[in-house]
């Protein structure tokens, strides 16, 4: 059963256009978290929110717990070249360990 | 500081064979991670282990054991390798700072089994 799905599986977009993806689940999550991962590398940490309704950005990218905290949002504006990378999302059911990671969606920009 | 290492990088076995992946962190933290990794696929928890000396099975242990070494180092083996069991193996490590963890990833090893 997977817990956590992720929205859209694969995404190709050209430089300077907006996205989001989705990360979505039926089980409500004390934090949820969005790493990105570069081909031949390991997942590195983008952000974490725990409040329900919380809205986190990072430059460009725009992060959103869902008020039920069993939803996520990432929002990249004028995305570039090197935003390209699967971006998982993982939620934690308490504030210790064993999270659950999506599938992933996979991001390509294209200059 | 290294981070989370692992060795190898890069590794292929025939179908029965035994080895085992090594994974050293050099951040002192307690809690260290196995996961799997296969294509269109997000991460699936092997084992864990939340401080030197316990270890807990994950999502998906079956073909592995693991042993926590020492603080640092977390090591996966597969006593008798299997086709199913091809992947790309990553390790982490994770600190707790105002109830939030943080996990920190390895680099991965590439498993091919033939």
């Known amino acids: 059963t997977q817990l956590l799905e992720q929205s859209p599986q694969f995404l190709s977009i050209q430089e300077g256009e907006n996205l989001t993806v989705y990360c979505n689940s039926s089980s409500v999550f004390s934090s949820l978290q969005w790493y990105r991962q570069e081909p031949g590398e390991g997942p590195v940490l983008l952000v974490t929110?725990?409040?329900?309704?919380e809205v986190k950005k990072l430059k460009r990218l725009t992060f959103q717990f869902g008020d039920a905290r069993k939803d996520s949002s990432l929002h990249i504006t004028a995305a570039q070249p090197g935003d390209t990378g699967l971006y998982l999302c993982?939620?934690?059911?308490?504030?210790?360990?064993?999270?659950?990671f999506g599938d992933g969606t996979t991001l390509t920009v294209k200059p | 500081n290294a981070g989370v290492t692992q060795t190898p990088k890069f590794q292929v076995l025939k179908t029965g064979q035994s080895m085992t992946l090594q994974c050293a962190q050099d951040m002192n933290h307690n809690s260290m991670y196995w996961y799997r990794q296969d294509p269109g696929m997000g991460l699936r928890l092997i084992y864990y282990?939340?401080?030197?000396?316990?270890?807990d099975k994950g999502e998906v242990p079956n073909g592995y054991n693991v042993s926590r070494l020492n603080k640092r180092e977390f090591s996966l083996r597969l006593e008798s390798a299997a086709p199913s069991q091809t992947s790309v193996y990553f390790c982490?490590?994770?600190?707790?700072?105002?109830?939030?963890?943080?996990?920190?990833f390895g680099p991965g090893t590439r498993l091919l089994v033939l």
């Open positions: 982490a490590s994770s600190r707790f700072s105002g109830g939030l963890e943080t996990q920190y």
């Open positions: 282990s939340a401080s030197e000396g316990t270890t």
């Open positions: 929110v725990v409040t329900g309704g």
């Open positions: 993982a939620g934690a059911r308490t504030n210790a360990g064993k999270s659950t």
